[in-house]
């Protein structure tokens, strides 16, 4: 459980980093099809482990656009390849 929680402040940092923050709609519509689908995971340990994953990835969605500003204000870095979207 703490890994899929741990690995989705990586993988915020990392998808804002390369994609942006305007993502975070597809990734909150993958979220939630991951939690509907934990529910019909017969065995009780894949299904809490989905579940758990799932709102990993639903809570990683809301926060893409705080990543965002936290690089605007200098904390992480910005991709230099990137655009910048005005």
Same mark, same amino acid.
């Given at each position: ?19 942006g ?7 909150l519509?993958?979220?939630?099809? +991951? ?5 019909? %995971?017969p065995?009780?340990?894949?299904? /809490?482990?989905l579940?758990?994953? *799932?709102? $990993? ?6 926060? +893409?656009?705080?990543?965002?500003r936290? %690089? ?5 870095? /910005?991709?230099?390849?990137?655009? *910048?979207? $005005?």
């Amino acid at each position: 459980m703490l890994f899929a929680i741990g690995f989705g402040f990586f993988w915020v940092i990392k998808l804002e980093y390369y994609l942006g923050a305007r993502v975070w709609p597809f990734v909150l519509t993958a979220g939630v099809i +991951l939690a509907a689908a934990s529910l019909f %995971v017969p065995s009780f340990w894949a299904s /809490a482990l989905l579940g758990i994953f *799932a709102g $990993s990835v639903i809570w990683g969605s809301t926060e +893409l656009p705080d990543q965002a500003r936290r %690089v605007q204000q200098g904390l992480f870095p /910005a991709n230099p390849r990137r655009r *910048a979207r $005005s």
